[in-house]
């Protein structure tokens, strides 16, 4: 596509004109980049075949990708949607890591040369979990028997829910595993995070009802707390006979003991099955392996 200036005659063109010729280029460099075309002054290097993202692999995509892609790499008005996009699906990694480092001549795609390989990979891979592709990856255990771990021996479901099943104390995990990496599932599993947010407590009511449950919300009047029906208790301070803080985080810290190597593999390829398959299709299979 060509775009000629305007004539010297023409000046008070000129802006429109170049106006016209910026949003062309940019309009084709996407059209580019979406069909794989290698763009001019680009040159793809071979990477090897997208691994696993190691921990922290959504903190960089993050630090690098999301100003203009978004947080899900869905786009928005300043770079175009990369997550959903068949086209850009269809990709390969070494020419999605090409992009990354050398960037698009003409458009709002920087080439990103202080990265290393490692870290090329590790957005490449970051992108294809946003695609919904992470069930691609090689999982670490069997997820059959990792949803049996999750609803049995590591209790996790009285906490956690999982496509609808399981308790309300902590987060909703069914979209987990879509969004985070076999490293970093496996890091918050052994090596949790505790904090104020994730403490719970018993309250003793003025009419002597025990309540125990998680703090979700307190100030010096009162406190909320969340029971494991999932139901939310709003307490005047006043009103209690006692509050006491369990000083252990929900988050059991000990997984990385009480469960084999075997048992932690199975669950956590549970939680990265199950975000990409669906429940369903596990507890059918697992159902099946059973009988």
Known sequence: MTCRMANPDRLQRGYGMRSSCVRASLFCSVLIVAAGLPARGFQSRQVPTAEPERPGASQLFASTCASCHGLDGRGSERAPDIADTRR?????????AGIVREGIPGTGM???????DLQVREIVAYLRTLQGQTRQLKLPGDPSR???????????????????????LASDLSGYGSTHSIAETRAAIVRPSGGRQTRRATAITSSGEKL??????EDNFSVQLQTSDGVFH??????????????????????????????LNDLISFLMHSANRGEAG?????SEEEQ
């Open 88 to 96: 850009v699906q269809r990709l390969s990694d070494t020419e999605i």
């Open 110 to 116: 920087p080439a990103f040369h202080a990265l290393g």
């Open 146 to 168: 990792g949803r049996r771990v999750f609803f049995g021996k590591a209790g996790c479901s009285s906490c956690h829910m999982v496509t609808g099943e399981g308790g309300f």
């Open 212 to 217: 125990v449950g998680r703090v979700r919300n």
């Open 234 to 263: 709003f307490l005047r301070k006043s009103d209690l006979q006692s509050l006491e803080y369990n000083a252990e985080p929900i988050m059991p810290a000990d997984y990385g003991s009480t469960l084999s190597a075997n048992e």
């Open 282 to 286: 596990i507890a059918r299979q697992s």
